[in-house]
């Protein structure tokens, strides 16, 4: 009988499709325990629910992806799967760095915890924000209606432009330094204008890449889905503890749970700056060759690895 059972044949698209249903049930499963858990401050697991939530939340959205396509992030690729958890760490501990400069956000219930207890929680909630938004993104991605932005305008690239947009993104990061109160929008878009040129002339995957065919879906992509993020992290933050409130000058206004509605377009930069650092860091360690989200093909050259582009 064993040796039977050694020689039967399960294609692997059964195969993955069990492995969704299952990073279904389990999603669903974090989401139903960390979400009340949070709002009704549970004890040690709300205050941990953060985390737990959103990987939830993260295998629910990249089980729908493959319903939809027949491939998702993490069954085409767990080891950079993993990797965005990684990257995501050092991306948004940049940004509490533009933060201890402006002062737009601050956290109730952090002072409970030793500095090193700080960073390692901080550093483990931090860590699920590339792999939200770029799965979001690839949800958004999936739906017909984005086909009508794959022919829009061509941004013609010239070394004056790219040079021009990190002269800009260098411009933005010094009047943050100098005029925060005024500045601060520049935190979700210096790090943009400066590397994305710097992935374009490296041969890394870059929006620069899709704008000059005149294919903006990447664009609507990554802004969208970092939109229904922010949307979720907003909701669920309202009712938690510990928690994140804003002080925006100028727009600290007409609020959508803790959110100033206007900052809420914030996000939407936000989301291309997730794809360029995650390609830059990603870049630095030899797979930012892959593209690595499908949302249609940007140029032939991205076709020389099998399986990467749709």
């Known amino acids: 009988m064993l040796s039977v059972l050694r020689h039967v044949h399960i294609p692997i698209e059964v195969v993955q499709a069990h492995s969704a249903r299952r990073r279904t049930a389990l999603g669903l499963t974090l989401v139903a325990v960390a979400w009340p858990a949070s ?5 040690p697991i709300g ?14 959205v990249d089980a729908l992806v493959f319903r939809r396509k027949g491939s998702s992030l993490l069954s085409r690729n767990p080891i950079a799967f993993c990797g965005m958890f990684l990257a995501s760490v050092p991306l948004w501990w940049t940004f509490e760095g533009f933060n201890h400069i402006t002062q737009n956000w601050f956290y109730l219930g952090g002072e409970e915890y030793s500095t090193l207890s700080y960073l390692a929680i901080s550093s483990w909630s931090f860590s699920i924000v590339i792999p939200a938004v770029f799965e979001t993104a690839e949800l958004v991605g999936s739906f017909g209606i984005l086909a009508r932005f794959s022919q829009g305008p061509v941004l013609p690239v010239s070394n004056r432009l790219l040079a021009g947009s990190m002269a800009l993104g260098f411009l933005s990061l010094f009047a943050i330094a100098v005029w925060p109160h005024y500045a601060y929008a520049g935190t979700w878009i210096c790090l943009l204008l400066v590397l994305d040129p710097i992935n374009y002339l490296r041969g890394y995957p870059s929006i620069i890449v899709w704008l000059q065919r005149g294919d903006w879906r990447l664009v609507v992509a990554l802004g969208a889905g970092a939109l229904v993020c922010g949307w979720f992290w907003e909701m669920w933050n309202y009712w938690a503890f510990p928690k994140w409130q804003y002080s925006v000058p100028y727009v ?10 206007l900052g809420y377009g914030g996000y939407l930069p936000f989301g291309l700056e997730a794809y360029v650092i995650y390609h830059f860091l990603s870049g630095m360690v030899g797979r930012a060759p892959k593209v690595y989200l499908h949302i249609g093909t940007p140029y032939p050259a991205f076709q020389e690895e099998p399986g990467v582009a749709s």
């Open 39 to 43: 709002w009704l401050h549970a004890g």
């Open 47 to 60: 205050e941990f629910a953060f985390f737990p939530l959103w990987f939830g939340y993260i295998l629910v």
């Open 252 to 261: 600290d206004f007409a609020k959508v749970f803790e959110m100033p509605l």
